[in-house]
Protein backbone atom coordinates (compact mmCIF):
# COMPACT_ATOMS: atom_id res chain seq x y z
CA UNK A 1 0.00 0.00 0.00
CA UNK A 2 1.07 3.22 -0.95
CA UNK A 3 1.78 6.20 1.35
CA UNK A 4 -1.10 8.36 -0.13
CA UNK A 5 -3.20 4.81 0.40
CA UNK A 6 -2.79 4.19 3.62
CA UNK A 7 -3.53 7.86 5.18
CA UNK A 8 -7.07 7.63 3.09
CA UNK A 9 -8.14 4.26 4.34
CA UNK A 10 -7.18 6.17 7.73
CA UNK A 11 -9.63 8.52 6.87
CA UNK A 12 -11.92 6.32 6.52
CA UNK A 13 -11.95 5.26 10.39
CA UNK A 14 -11.59 8.87 11.38
CA UNK A 15 -14.74 9.87 9.84
CA UNK A 16 -16.16 6.35 11.47
CA UNK A 17 -15.51 8.11 14.74
CA UNK A 18 -17.13 11.52 13.49
CA UNK A 19 -20.47 8.98 12.92
CA UNK A 20 -19.84 7.61 16.21
CA UNK A 21 -19.66 11.30 18.02
CA UNK A 22 -22.58 12.94 16.03
CA UNK A 23 -24.80 9.74 17.54
CA UNK A 24 -23.46 10.11 21.28
CA UNK A 25 -24.22 14.01 20.51
CA UNK A 26 -27.76 13.26 19.57
CA UNK A 27 -28.84 10.69 21.67
CA UNK A 28 -27.55 13.68 24.83
CA UNK A 29 -29.77 16.39 22.55
CA UNK A 30 -32.78 14.09 22.61
CA UNK A 31 -32.40 14.13 26.69
CA UNK A 32 -30.55 10.37 26.19
CA UNK A 33 -27.92 9.50 29.09
CA UNK A 34 -24.59 11.67 28.71
CA UNK A 35 -21.93 8.74 29.16
CA UNK A 36 -18.58 10.94 29.94
CA UNK A 37 -16.55 7.81 29.76
CA UNK A 38 -17.63 7.42 25.95
CA UNK A 39 -16.61 10.73 25.23
CA UNK A 40 -13.59 10.44 26.85
CA UNK A 41 -13.14 7.42 24.71
CA UNK A 42 -13.66 9.28 21.24
CA UNK A 43 -11.52 12.46 23.01
CA UNK A 44 -8.76 9.41 23.10
CA UNK A 45 -9.17 8.25 19.48
CA UNK A 46 -9.18 11.86 18.18
CA UNK A 47 -5.66 12.79 19.74
CA UNK A 48 -3.57 9.09 19.73
CA UNK A 49 -5.49 7.75 15.94
CA UNK A 50 -6.55 11.07 14.45
CA UNK A 51 -4.12 13.32 15.57
CA UNK A 52 -0.52 11.62 16.82
CA UNK A 53 -0.90 8.78 14.57
CA UNK A 54 -2.44 9.85 11.10
CA UNK A 55 -1.89 13.68 11.27
CA UNK A 56 1.49 13.20 12.04
CA UNK A 57 2.28 11.40 9.04
CA UNK A 58 0.58 14.18 7.04
CA UNK A 59 2.87 16.98 8.77
CA UNK A 60 6.20 15.34 9.06
CA UNK A 61 6.15 13.61 5.70
CA UNK A 62 3.77 14.10 2.98
CA UNK A 63 3.12 18.18 3.33
CA UNK A 64 6.72 18.60 4.64
CA UNK A 65 7.59 17.28 1.12
CA UNK A 66 4.98 18.96 -0.97
CA UNK A 67 5.84 22.17 1.15
CA UNK A 68 10.04 21.85 -0.08
CA UNK A 69 9.12 20.98 -3.55
CA UNK A 70 6.10 22.42 -4.88
CA UNK A 71 6.24 26.12 -4.32
CA UNK A 72 3.84 28.67 -2.56
CA UNK A 73 0.70 27.43 -3.82
CA UNK A 74 1.35 24.41 -2.04
CA UNK A 75 2.99 26.41 0.83
CA UNK A 76 -0.29 28.11 1.09
CA UNK A 77 -3.09 25.59 0.90
CA UNK A 78 -0.66 23.63 3.09
CA UNK A 79 0.16 26.53 5.99
CA UNK A 80 -3.23 28.50 5.74
CA UNK A 81 -5.46 25.36 5.16
CA UNK A 82 -4.67 21.51 6.24
CA UNK A 83 -2.54 22.82 9.37
CA UNK A 84 -4.93 25.55 10.50
CA UNK A 85 -7.25 23.25 10.19
CA UNK A 86 -5.37 20.20 12.62
CA UNK A 87 -5.24 22.77 14.91
CA UNK A 88 -8.85 24.01 15.12
CA UNK A 89 -9.46 20.29 15.94
CA UNK A 90 -6.84 20.35 18.36
CA UNK A 91 -8.63 23.21 20.50
CA UNK A 92 -12.33 21.89 19.67
CA UNK A 93 -10.93 18.36 21.94
CA UNK A 94 -9.18 20.52 24.35
CA UNK A 95 -12.56 22.61 24.94
CA UNK A 96 -14.42 18.87 24.94
CA UNK A 97 -12.25 17.46 27.73
CA UNK A 98 -12.58 20.53 29.65
CA UNK A 99 -16.64 20.59 29.41
CA UNK A 100 -16.35 16.99 30.45
CA UNK A 101 -14.22 17.32 33.42
CA UNK A 102 -16.70 20.07 34.29
CA UNK A 103 -19.45 17.87 34.19
CA UNK A 104 -18.34 15.36 35.99
CA UNK A 105 -17.19 17.41 38.65
CA UNK A 106 -20.97 19.71 38.96
CA UNK A 107 -23.18 18.08 36.33
CA UNK A 108 -24.45 20.64 34.79
CA UNK A 109 -26.83 22.09 32.01
CA UNK A 110 -23.62 24.46 30.47
CA UNK A 111 -21.43 21.67 30.50
CA UNK A 112 -23.48 19.50 28.65
CA UNK A 113 -24.21 22.00 25.80
CA UNK A 114 -20.31 22.51 25.14
CA UNK A 115 -19.86 18.67 25.00
CA UNK A 116 -22.37 18.57 22.05
CA UNK A 117 -21.15 21.81 20.45
CA UNK A 118 -17.48 20.46 20.54
CA UNK A 119 -17.93 17.40 19.37
CA UNK A 120 -20.39 18.11 16.58
CA UNK A 121 -18.16 21.04 15.63
CA UNK A 122 -15.44 18.62 15.28
CA UNK A 123 -16.99 16.42 12.84
CA UNK A 124 -18.04 19.46 10.53
CA UNK A 125 -14.30 20.10 10.81
CA UNK A 126 -12.84 17.03 10.08
CA UNK A 127 -15.07 15.41 7.30
CA UNK A 128 -14.37 18.85 5.27
CA UNK A 129 -10.51 18.78 5.88
CA UNK A 130 -10.92 14.96 4.78
CA UNK A 131 -12.73 15.98 1.42
CA UNK A 132 -10.02 18.35 0.89
CA UNK A 133 -7.45 16.32 1.34
CA UNK A 134 -8.65 13.76 -0.60
CA UNK A 135 -9.86 15.46 -3.12
CA UNK A 136 -7.34 18.52 -4.21
CA UNK A 137 -4.18 17.76 -1.29
CA UNK A 138 -3.36 14.62 -1.83
CA UNK A 139 -3.85 14.88 -5.72
CA UNK A 140 -2.03 17.61 -6.16
CA UNK A 141 0.96 16.09 -4.02
CA UNK A 142 1.05 12.72 -6.05
CA UNK A 143 0.49 14.38 -9.03
CA UNK A 144 3.38 17.19 -8.76
CA UNK A 145 5.91 15.27 -6.33
CA UNK A 146 8.89 13.87 -8.25
CA UNK A 147 9.27 9.90 -8.34
CA UNK A 148 12.02 10.22 -5.85
CA UNK A 149 9.82 11.80 -3.24
CA UNK A 150 7.18 9.81 -3.59
CA UNK A 151 9.07 6.92 -3.41
CA UNK A 152 10.53 8.49 0.26
CA UNK A 153 7.22 9.38 1.15
CA UNK A 154 5.98 6.54 0.66
CA UNK A 155 8.55 4.38 2.99
CA UNK A 156 9.15 7.15 5.47
CA UNK A 157 4.69 6.43 5.69
CA UNK A 158 4.98 2.72 6.14
CA UNK A 159 7.69 2.86 8.19
CA UNK A 160 5.61 5.21 10.96
CA UNK A 161 2.95 2.87 10.18
CA UNK A 162 4.50 -0.49 11.06
CA UNK A 163 6.28 0.91 14.09
CA UNK A 164 2.63 1.65 15.28
CA UNK A 165 1.95 -1.89 14.37
CA UNK A 166 4.55 -3.16 16.58
CA UNK A 167 3.14 -0.72 19.31
CA UNK A 168 -0.45 -2.55 18.68
CA UNK A 169 -1.86 1.29 18.39
CA UNK A 170 -4.12 0.57 15.06
CA UNK A 171 -5.63 -2.51 17.09
CA UNK A 172 -6.56 -0.74 20.26
CA UNK A 173 -7.79 2.29 18.62
CA UNK A 174 -9.72 0.17 16.08
CA UNK A 175 -11.24 -1.58 18.69
CA UNK A 176 -12.31 1.34 20.67
CA UNK A 177 -14.37 2.40 17.26
CA UNK A 178 -16.00 -0.87 16.73
CA UNK A 179 -17.13 -1.35 20.31
CA UNK A 180 -18.43 2.56 20.11
CA UNK A 181 -20.14 1.99 16.58
CA UNK A 182 -22.13 -1.20 18.11
CA UNK A 183 -22.55 0.89 21.14
CA UNK A 184 -24.13 3.82 19.69
CA UNK A 185 -25.74 1.77 16.61
CA UNK A 186 -23.86 3.43 14.05
CA UNK A 187 -21.90 1.51 11.00
FE1 LIG B 1 -5.02 16.48 7.68
FE1 LIG C 1 -5.91 13.50 6.88
Same mark, same amino acid.
Given at each position: ??? @???? @???????????????????????????????????? !??????????????? =?????????? =????????? /????????????????? !?? =???????????? =????????????????? /??????? !?????????????????????????? !?????????????????????????????
Amino acid at each position: MFG @VDIL @VKEHENIKRMAKVMRAASLQVLSGGELITKDFYQML !EFVRNYADKHHHKKE =EDILFDYMKK =ELGKLAQNL /ITNGMLVEHDLGRLHMR !EL =EAALQSYDVKNN =EDAKLDIVVNATAYTYL /INRHIEK !ENEVVFTFGEKNLTEESRTIVDQRTK !EMEDSATKEGLQEKYLKILDELEKKYKVS
